[in-house]
């Protein structure tokens, strides 16, 4: 991801998700804000983001949309607690995005099972690799 539209786009996303449960936890408003900080996106226009029409772009790079889904699944995390809507728009997304249902259903049950809710890189792209072999 190179622009800043695309930067800003994955943030949309991002917030879109945050929000399918109905509100926004501070600690997913504090990961959102991480990560805009990490892609070069001011405190502002995070928060204007929040009071624009979500922009979604496609994510042509299958490493950023790994990434991106990896993002997602962790923010879903933020709050502690695990909404029924989260896990279906969860999956949803990781398929629109065309990512392997089975890599995607792997990565989200060792999500689940690790204390930190975190996973190694190496193990999340090699489940999303798996399906080339």
């Known amino acids: ?8 786009s994955l943030l949309s996303d991002m ?4 929000i399918v449960d109905g509100e926004l936890h501070e600690r997913e408003y504090m990961f959102l804000s991480i990560v805009a ?8 226009e995070l928060k204007q983001l929040f009071h624009e029409e979500h922009r979604s772009e496609i ?3 299958e490493f950023e949309r790994i ?11 933020c709050d ?4 029924e809507r989260e896990e279906i728009k969860i999956n ?3 398929i629109n995005m ?5 890599a995607i259903k792997r990565v989200l049950k060792a999500m689940e099972n690790s204390p930190t809710r975190m996973v190694h890189p190496d193990f999340l792209l090699e489940v999303f690799q798996e399906q080339y072999n």
């Open 15 to 18: 917030i879109a998700f945050a």
């Open 37 to 44: 900080v990490e892609l070069g996106i001011s405190n502002d």
């Open 1 to 8: 991801m190179h622009t800043k539209e695309e930067k800003i």
């Open 92 to 94: 949803e997304i990781g």
């Open 59 to 61: 994510i042509k790079s």
């Open 80 to 83: 502690g607690v695990l909404h």
């Open 98 to 102: 065309g990512l392997n249902p089975f």
């Open 67 to 77: 990434q991106q889904f990896y993002r997602l699944a962790l923010l879903m995390h």
